[in-house]
């Protein structure tokens, strides 16, 4: 390591510092010694083998649904059964990756035919990331960045919405915003990039935060944060907890949430390839792997976990981990499915082979919907066929 630190530290002394922290995360099995950005992640994870040979129960049903005046499906992350267990609830992108330069309604719900019964959102959301359905059937949806430096050139009158969560009535109407639109901060006034919003029984609101660091790997770069935010329910901050890090109870971009019926949080750490659970406290409870890279966590009322791995590949999630829905025990933690990647000219993530969707949901007959982003986008769903009840 000598040797190393000799042929690699430069003579300027503000340089030194930070190579050296590199240095060190190499030595730690963190960091790969020829990373690209954002590849590193928890040596732990070194130690699980990919879990791709699993059966598959389910027929794949791409292009599922259909939005008004046949307006094409963009980018979909946010996605959320409603209350009722029949409809869907999806955050397009407004045809594109983005609502910064568009006049359409983006969130839109859906009947089991794939229809849409109902639209809002036009003006007030930006990059509609993560979603919750409450148990009144209103509409939580985490908004995570504010029109960009090309938008606002093109569009420079665009809604300076985005770092917020907003909750909405089954009908539309705006009821509530944490955070300060178009304003990335700190709490208890500002959220900064937030990826997903979850309701508790209790009314308590989660809220994971941030979106870029996942692809930090350093932790003295400004992006190096990511946490969890706990709010009551009329939206006054309660505390937060974790992180920017690999270790147990620290994140890098949690990017989903999910809560079983123990009333345990799950959070997909996606940067660290891994679930974390944690009591509503804030406590480390437990560390998976096994359920690969995941970008979209859901919990049924019978415990049985939906992660959807919309990114894995030899550099973001190496060991052979494949892109697909993993399906299993929130209670054991066992995956009993796999569905694996479709095929498509471009893969979504940053590489690898094939494509699949980011955002999960399940309604109560045990169909599952996918929100697509990237190559293939709009929404898939999965008929089960034969699967355990």
């Known amino acids: 390591m000598d040797l190393l630190l000799r042929s690699v530290l430069p003579t300027s002394r503000l340089l030194r510092p930070a190579l050296v922290a590199v240095v060190a995360l190499v030595t730690l099995g963190v960091l790969p010694a020829a990373a690209q950005r954002g590849t590193s992640g928890p040596p732990e994870h070194a130690n699980q083998k990919p879990v791709n040979h699993l059966p598959n129960p389910y027929e794949t049903v791409r292009d599922w649904g259909t939005l008004p005046d046949g307006r094409s499906w963009g980018s979909v992350s946010a996605v959320n059964i409603d209350v009722d267990g029949i409809h ?62 090309q938008e606002l050139e093109r569009t420079p009158n665009a809604p300076r919405n985005g770092h917020v969560v907003r909750k909405f009535s089954p009908t539309g109407e705006l009821l509530l915003t944490i955070g300060v639109p178009g304003e990335a901060g700190e709490p208890p006034r500002r959220l900064n990039a937030p990826n997903d919003v979850h309701v508790a029984p209790d ?23 990511s946490r969890i935010h706990k709010y009551a329910p009329d939206g006054t901050f309660l505390m937060s907890f974790g992180s920017w890090g690999y270790a147990d109870g620290q994140f890098r971009s949690p990017h989903s949430l999910a809560m079983d019926s123990r009333g345990r949080l799950f959070v997909a750490d996606r940067g660290n390839r891994r679930i974390q659970i944690f009591d509503q406290d804030g406590n480390h409870l437990d560390t998976w792997y096994q359920f690969s890279r995941i970008s979209g966590l859901f919990i049924d009322e019978n415990d049985v976990l939906y992660a959807i791995d919309s990114e894995s590949d030899p550099n973001y999630n190496p060991g052979g981990w494949r892109k697909g829905l993993r399906v299993g025990s929130a ?40 929100g697509e982003v990237g190559p293939v986008q709009g929404m898939t769903k999965f008929i089960p066929r034969l699967v355990r009840r």
């Open 203 to 225: 009314g308590s609101i989660f809220v994971a935060e941030t979106h870029p660091s996942q692809y930090v790997d350093d932790p003295a770069h400004a992006d190096a944060v």
């Open 88 to 149: 869907v609830w999806a955050g397009d992108r407004c045809g594109t990756n983005s609502c910064a330069e568009s006049n359409v309604d983006p969130i839109v719900k859906l009947d089991p035919d794939g229809n849409v019964v109902m639209a809002f959102g036009a003006g007030l959301i930006t990059w509609p990331h993560g979603m919750d359905v409450d148990a009144e059937g209103n509409v939580w949806v985490a908004d995570a960045r504010s029109p960009n430096a």
């Open 331 to 370: 209670s054991t933690g066992e995956v009993w499915y796999f569905v694996p990647e479709h095929m498509s000219e471009r893969a979504s993530g940053m590489g690898g082979y094939g494509s699949m969707g980011e955002g999960v949901t399940v309604d109560r007959d045990g169909n599952v919907y996918a």
